[in-house]
Nanobody, 124 residues
């Protein structure tokens, strides 16, 4: 059974950093593409970043140059390193997983496994 669990959220000041973790179980992790999403109060959920089973990464414009997504297949975990955080990054961050062919280079169009979310709050 696919399980996705995020961790690492918290309260930081503007300019500081946080690292989120996303552990995926129930699938062969090397064949999983993972996406990071966020939802701020009163706003729609938006994609932040993704990493494919082949290690290709993609970032949305608001986080380019500040966020980095990596994966550790030995730990079944994807990390989202968030630097130079801004108050507008405040949101609940979700991790999502989707099985892919090994070595895929395109982010999944949809995800079947979602985590419960972790709160990130950036104070000014």
């Amino acid at each position: 059974q696919l399980q996705v669990v995020e961790s690492g959220g918290g309260l930081v000041q503007s300019g500081e950093s946080l690292r989120l973790s996303c552990r995926v179980s129930g699938l062969t992790f090397a064949a999983v593409g993972v996406g990071w999403f966020r939802q701020a109060p009163g706003k729609k959920r938006e994609r932040v970043s993704c990493i494919t089973s082949g290690g290709q990464t993609n970032y949305e414009d608001p986080v380019k140059g500040r966020f980095v997504v990596t994966r550790d297949n030995a730990k079944d975990t994807v990390f989202l390193q968030m630097d130079r955080l801004k108050p507008e990054d405040t949101a609940v961050y979700y991790c999502a997983a989707q099985i892919q062919l090994l070595g895929s280079t395109t982010c999944p169009a949809r995800y079947t496994g979602w985590g419960q979310g972790t709160q990130v709050t950036v104070s000014s």
